[in-house]
């Protein structure tokens, strides 16, 4: 009985260690796949990947997690570079880009979600398109890192958590290499009419044909000397060409937020495997301490006084191990206030953009999407300038010509 009922306490005592989990992939040490031959121009898809999601961090997320909002927020720009440039490596896709919303006119699609990420652990979500509307695979992976992650990294190549980039870019690369025969011309050719449309519905509407599961095929192609096909695919150059120079700017952050995110990965690390250290010993004392208490006054051995001496020798050991515990504890909070101080914003603004086209300069501004959103609108009224169509009645945001 008392034994039964002390190692209830103990199991009570430590029952507060449990960690997150997810219904995810576990990675392990794994090489990328990178072609092995030059894969023919015609064969290639271009990718886009959206700028990452994460859930807003509420402020016991951010005490349990020991993470922040500005962090999370960098980090959905972060990951999704480091993966473009992982793709790149592979030498297995066309143009990789990341992109600040998603889009029906890019070849493939990539979108995550950021479910967990810090010095000692990083989950994401991944989900995989193509212009088609089918759906590749959809993956949740995971990968622990330890010290040894965080040597002999190389900015743009290796990462902490290398392998996860690795298994997703050689995940993409089987689902590619899956595609029946035809598939990546219907897909081009899909992306493209799909850009078309978006420009000159009245004109392409009926070119494409989108089921309930809105999964689109291709119902004719437009002639090879189709002015307005021609006219719109440079259009569609221009807009390649901006994301490219979004992409310049997505770098620079990249390439300035690298060295303080290393840096302040390794200390979280640092800082959770001492954490986890001194919780565990916290809750073992705890545990003891409220075992020796316990066993205090279940015993009542003997009315004598040494067995009263004993009582007392024991409740008093007991209440000191629990106060060592929750002093312990006390010194976990304080890791966690340190993971918190070294957690400073790494902001991703967006500075206004002058761009002259057709002999007129426009600004752009806002962040990142706001701006692409105006950029669409811009090449919209210039294609409509351009043919004679009457815009449609929801011509986008505005997009102010600069002085």
Request: aromatic content about 8%; glycine content about 8%; proline content about 2%.
């Given at each position: 009985m008392l034994v039964s009922l002390l190692g209830c306490i103990l199991v009570t005592a430590l029952s507060g260690c449990a960690s997150h989990s997810y219904n995810a992939r576990n990675v392990e040490a794994t090489p990328i796949q990178i072609a092995q031959q030059e894969i023919p121009e015609a064969d290639l898809l271009d990718v886009g990947i959206v700028v990452f999601e994460s859930a807003e961090l509420t402020e016991e997320d951010i005490e349990d997690k020991g993470t922040n909002n500005e962090i999370r927020q960098s980090e959905t720009h972060f990951i999704p570079c480091h993966?473009?440039?992982?793709?790149?490596?592979?030498?297995?896709?066309?143009?990789?880009?990341?992109?600040?919303?998603?889009?029906?006119?890019?070849?493939?699609?990539?979108?995550?979600?950021?479910?967990?990420?810090?010095?000692?652990?990083?989950?994401?979500?991944?989900?995989?398109?193509?212009?088609r509307?089918?759906?590749?695979?959809?993956?949740?992976?995971?990968?622990?890192?330890?010290?040894?992650?965080?040597?002999?990294?190389?900015?743009?190549?290796?990462?902490?958590?290398?392998?996860?980039?690795?298994?997703?870019?050689?995940?993409?690369?089987?689902?590619r290499k899956k595609l029946p025969a035809g598939s990546v011309d219907r897909i081009r050719s899909i992306a493209k009419l799909q850009f078309a449309r978006d420009f000159a519905p009245d004109a392409y509407e009926d070119y494409l044909v989108e089921n309930d599961d809105q999964e689109v095929t291709l119902n004719r192609l437009p002639a090879d000397d189709d002015p307005q096909m021609a006219r719109l695919m440079t259009i569609r150059e221009r807009d390649h060409m901006y994301i490219d120079t979004l992409n310049q700017y997505?770098?620079?952050?990249?390439?300035?937020?690298?060295?303080?995110?290393?840096?302040?990965?390794?200390?979280?690390?640092?800082?959770?495997?001492?954490?986890?250290?001194?919780?565990?010993?916290?809750?073992?004392?705890?545990?003891?301490?409220?075992?020796?208490?316990?066993?205090?006054?279940?015993?009542?051995?003997?009315?004598?006084?040494?067995?009263?001496?004993?009582?007392?020798?024991?409740?008093?050991?007991?209440?000191?191990?629990?106060?060592?515990?929750?002093?312990?504890?006390?010194?976990?909070?304080?890791?966690?206030?340190?993971?918190?101080?070294?957690?400073e914003s790494f902001g991703a603004d967006m500075e206004p953009v002058n761009l002259e086209l057709k002999g007129q300069t426009y600004e752009l501004t806002g962040s990142a999407q706001e701006q692409y959103r105006q950029w669409r609108a811009l090449l919209r009224q210039i294609y409509l300038r351009e043919t004679g169509f009457e815009p449609v009645a929801d011509d986008g945001p505005d997009v102010s010509v600069a002085d």
């Open positions: 993966l473009r440039n992982t793709l790149q490596r592979s030498a297995q896709w066309g143009a990789v880009r990341v992109i600040p919303e998603e889009s029906s006119t890019h070849d493939v699609l990539l979108t995550g979600t950021i479910l967990e990420s810090n010095g000692q652990e990083l989950v994401i979500k991944i989900k995989a398109t193509d212009a509307g089918r759906l590749w695979y959809e993956e949740t992976y995971r990968q622990e890192a330890t010290g040894v992650s965080y040597k002999d990294n190389i900015p743009w190549e290796q990462d902490a958590y290398q392998n996860l980039y690795n298994t997703i870019a050689n995940d993409l690369a089987d689902h997505y770098d620079g952050f990249y390439a300035g937020m690298w060295p303080a995110y290393e840096n302040w990965r390794k200390l979280d690390l640092t800082e959770r495997l001492a954490r986890e250290e001194i919780e565990k010993s916290a809750m073992l004392r705890k545990a003891g301490g409220a075992m020796l208490v316990a066993l205090a006054i279940l015993l009542e051995v003997t009315q004598s006084g040494a067995g009263n001496m004993l009582q007392g020798v024991m409740a008093v050991s007991g209440g000191q191990v629990f106060m060592s515990g929750i002093n312990l504890s006390k010194q976990a909070e304080m890791h966690s206030a340190a993971i918190a101080e070294l957690s």
